[in-house]
């Protein structure tokens, strides 16, 4: 796992490649925010995570549980899932808007297409709405 990368992932790069293109200009990974969110957008008081499927615990095609050492995954996902649950709460109370974009909006076999995910963060950045999910073959904001 020290492998893993946690900051400038291939998925991350695609979603910061497709903004910036827009004219979108952001900040990476402030340290000073809980969860040192991906995309931070100061004058729009918003930031996106950009998140890997099986990391997070995702419910879509890309997430499954590991064959081995099941008790060691389940704790860790879970650790992970409470992890991002608290850091939104912290987010929000502190008046930030969220958005999350999964992997499987980015591969597999429910992809949307980068111009769709990016037009739908660019909608969402320009709106009022506090929250934006986008994975796999759909997306969802809340108000």
């Known amino acids: 796992m020290a492998g893993i990368k946690g900051k400038n992932t ?6 910061r490649s497709a903004l910036h293109r827009r004219g979108i200009r952001f900040r990476l990974h402030r340290k000073n ?3 040192k969110p991906d995309l931070v957008f100061n004058g729009r008081n918003a930031v996106i995570f950009v998140h890997g499927c099986f990391w997070h615990g995702h419910n879509c095609h890309l997430f499954r549980w590991p064959k ?3 008790d060691f995954w389940r704790e ?3 650790k992970n899932t409470e992890r991002d649950r608290r850091q939104y709460l912290a987010l ?10 999964w ?3 980015l591969k597999g076999k429910t992809r949307l297409s980068i ?9 969402w950045l320009k709106s009022d709405i506090k929250s ?8 969802g904001a809340t108000v």
């Not at 291939?10 to 979603?15: A, C, G, H």
């Not at 109370?93 to 999350?100: A, F, S």
């Not at 111009?115 to 909608?123: H, K, L, N, R, V």
């Open 33 to 35: 925010l809980p969860g």
């Open 76 to 78: 860790k996902i879970r």
């Open 68 to 70: 081995s050492r099941q």
């Open 132 to 139: 934006l999910e986008v994975s796999g073959n759909e997306a």
């Open 103 to 105: 992997e499987c909006a």
């Open 92 to 101: 929000a109370d502190n008046g930030w808007r969220i958005g999350t974009v």
């Open 10 to 15: 291939k998925p991350e790069m695609i979603i």
């Open 115 to 123: 111009e769709d995910i990016a037009d739908q963060c660019a909608i």
